[in-house]
DNA sequence: CTAAAATTGGACTTACAAGTCCAATTTAGA
DNA sequence: TCTAAATTGGACTTGTAAGTCCAATTTTAG
């Protein structure tokens, strides 16, 4: 978690303003894009003066990189949350349907807060797209950590490759939220979840008693 | 293929005119994002000026949307060009390596120019939402053709479904190409691409002398 | 308490971008 | 040929956005 800026000290009063700041540029930026949002939108939404924002942050693009740093942890935070460990086909499932279900919260608008980032930014700040990436890696990491004790319980077959089910599985998200989101249908995304939920279930090694799911 | 300002007749010059601006556009709208080129960039890689824009064009919302337009047609006559038909799960498997080829292309920058649209416009401008969702109904329907040949063939079994199965593989597409452009790496559209061919591999029936592929 | 540091207000500069407007030139068709 | 329509040049207006600057206020720590 690379701060920077620490040479000077944050008060009490200032982590909470520069917190304040970051949570509500993130709302923006997922409602209006990087670019759509202005820093006086955002000084406006936080009651904050330009001198404020260039306090806590060098520059619109740090900006932009503490928002995507605080989604991601928002994100797999509020996954975790959830769903504390994806390490049942059960718990893939509520996963999936959780995933699609999302879809429903703001009318089929906005798609996933770092995959719109990473589309707007990869090719534009290259320490945004550095960051994404990382982000993307991190999200997978918790899914394949449950595919991984899945593994280990030999529950999924030993050529089963966790972190290249989760890179998957993610691909299908992001692709569903994308098209769903364009086509204001949750459609795209079951479509997706389902293939990325078939994709593992390929690896599933049959257990006594109920048969294998879906 | 509705073209409004019809009330005004293109000429042959006029039409090569608006042309150039359309496909210029999209060059640079495909490297810069649609916010991220002004129209002043358009016109000087066009030699064209502003009465020349705004008389083929409305607003620049329009120039965008011809772009799409244009786009759509140009990346489905690219992939019919060079695979006629996915009607065999071998045009399929050269189809998957082809799209993982493009990632070369720009070394890594740039995803889909519709993906990457359809990620900036479909919360912006509604008539670019519902164009880009029409566009990859397009492009969904040209696979899903070569899938309901097979079908038709006996190849696929009865129970496949060749328009679910073109949507998952194209949020697979998609999701695959925000990845790979997002982490430099052609490594998540592989996987994603594999995970939509074994998808749709699933319902193949077996055919007398060579296994099933993959 | 008091000096240094952190925090804040807000005016100002500079750059750029969308869109308007009008006049000049070229082309098409009768 | 001639005239109306299409095409083009480019200045201009208006709005917005990032970033700078300096002074005022508040807080922290010795």
Redesign the pocket.
Known sequence: MVRKRQ????????????QRIVETAARLVYEQGA?G?????VMERT??????????FD???ALLRAVIQWQTKRIIGAQTGAIPALDTFEALKRWGDMIVASVIDNGGRGGCPLGSLASELADYSEKARVLLGESFDLWEAEIARGLDAMKVRGELAPAADPGELATAAMTALQGGKLLAQTQRSERPLRLAMDMALENIARHLKPKRGPRRAR
Chains 1, 2 share one sequence.
Do not use: C, M, P
Request: cysteine-free; glycine content about 6%; charged content about 30%.
């Open positions: 040479e000077q000290v944050l008060t009490k009063r200032g982590t909470a303003t520069r670019r949002t202005s820093l006086d939108d009651g904050t003066s330009k001198s404020q924002l260039y306090h806590y520059n619109k693009d």
